[in-house]
């Protein structure tokens, strides 16, 4: 007689748009069964974005398919802010779960709920976005203690991956549950997508024949997007032949100040299109020729994964945790030193100077992404499972 499926609590801060499709694979695929417990709902309501400095609703489903169970209906959540412990304690402490799963280890509410689960003898899962970073001596042995109260970690990637081995955790204690998109969805979306690109060319204005360079991201000093301002005004001025144009997808602060620079320094050919939600996104990366992340710093960066879906080549800052796991230098797309935008210049230039190349290129990059998929994933989980059963 075959023993009942084992019984994981998961616990994050909010439902997320790029987890839920991989819950809802784990709903359907997963030899466990799992219930997923929110610290609060916001993200499924209208709500203020800071990052974004906008009001956005998400337009993909965020709470079908799988079980949750919401904790808190708070504004949104912060580290300090005041969490239902004996609601945590009662559900997934006392719930008869055989693992926990814990998402990130930033706010008050997940470390206590780590620290409970090991005097309440649970195994706990880790999953977290950290990379190795300076830090000192006692920084790093207090978050070796802390963090060691788990009993298996899940690499999101390579860098992540170097961050536990950093702190000296174990090859066997790490399984890789990689960050990924909803490959299908988006795989799908800009196919159809395609049918339609000269429509969406006409609707921006668009001359024919002229290549595309894409940016979606918040418009915030990290993410850098005067760089590629910058490196846009260059092409221009140096190699006038390839004449591109740059679609800027976003919402943020330095909206205004790139606007004004952008009314200065290029001849109409930067477009500005505000934010863009996820079923609209997939026609932005059909239409683009490269993509461009130059962030100074992401742990991960998954419009990347979004873009590659669509065989589109990306140039991504070495500041980007996912680089090491998707950029392949000439295959895949390109990666730079963040900053540096006489170098991001020749490497849009190299691009765009060669669509034979960078065609089959687009195509490298959508076999690197399929990679990095929710099987993948679900591989991980069932691995650490069995690790700590």
């Known amino acids: 007689m075959s023993s009942s499926p084992k019984q994981v609590a998961?616990?994050?801060?909010?439902?997320?748009?790029?987890?839920?499709?991989?819950?809802?694979?784990?709903?359907?695929?997963?030899?466990?069964?799992?219930?997923?417990?929110?610290?609060?709902?916001?993200?499924?309501?209208?709500?203020?974005?800071?990052?974004?400095?906008?009001?956005?609703?998400?337009?993909?489903?965020?709470?079908?398919?799988?079980?949750?169970?919401?904790?808190?209906?708070?504004?949104?959540?912060?580290?300090?802010?005041?969490?239902?412990?004996?609601?945590?304690g009662a559900r997934l402490l006392n719930g008869g779960f055989d693992a926990l799963w814990i998402h990130g280890w930033a706010q008050l509410a997940q470390l206590w709920t780590l620290l409970r689960a090991g005097q309440k003898k649970i195994p706990v899962l880790l999953r977290g976005e950290s990379v190795p970073a300076a830090r000192s001596l006692l920084r790093r042995s207090v978050l070796r203690k802390l963090l060691g109260r788990a009993q298996a970690f899940l690499p999101i990637g390579r860098r992540n991956r170097a961050f536990y081995r950093s702190l000296g955790f174990e090859e066997g204690a790490l399984h890789d549950v990689p960050y990924a998109v909803d490959n299908d969805f988006f795989r799908l979306r800009s196919r159809e997508a395609a049918k339609t690109r000269e429509e969406l060319r006409s609707e921006l204005d668009l001359q024919p024949g002229r290549p595309v360079l894409l940016f979606a991201s918040k418009l915030i000093a990290r993410k850098r997007p005067e760089d590629l301002l910058t490196a846009h005004a260059s092409l221009r001025r140096n190699h006038p032949g390839l004449d591109p144009y740059l679609l800027i997808v976003g919402e943020g602060p330095l909206r205004g100040a790139l606007e004004s620079r952008a009314r200065c320094t290029s001849r109409g050919d930067v477009r500005f299109l505000g934010f863009q939600n996820q079923s609209r996104l997939p026609a932005l990366y059909d239409l683009a020729d490269v993509f461009v992340l130059p962030s100074r710093f992401e742990t991960w960066g998954l419009v990347l994964n979004e873009a590659m879906n669509a065989a589109c080549p990306v140039v991504a800052s070495e500041g980007v945790g996912a680089v090491p796991d998707l950029v392949v230098p000439g295959v895949t797309g390109y990666s730079y030193p963040a900053g540096d935008t006489d170098r991001l210049t020749e490497l849009l230039a190299d691009l765009l100077g060669d669509e034979p190349r960078r065609l089959r290129m687009g195509q490298a990059a959508l076999r690197q992404v399929a990679r990095l998929g929710f099987a993948e994933g679900h591989r991980g989980l069932a691995e650490a499972l069995e690790q700590v059963a």
């Not at 616990?11 to 997923?36: G, K, N, W």
């Not at 974004?52 to 993909?60: G, M, P, Q, T, Y």
């Not at 504004?75 to 239902?84: A, G, I």
């Open 10 to 88: 998961y616990l994050v801060s909010h439902p997320i748009q790029y987890q839920a499709p991989f819950l809802r694979y784990l709903a359907r695929e997963a030899d466990f069964e799992l219930t997923t417990f929110f610290l609060s709902d916001f993200s499924t309501r209208l709500h203020r974005d800071r990052g974004f400095d906008a009001e956005l609703k998400w337009d993909v489903p965020l709470l079908e398919g799988y079980r949750s169970v919401t904790l808190s209906a708070a504004p949104e959540v912060v580290w300090n802010r005041p969490f239902p412990r004996r609601e945590l």
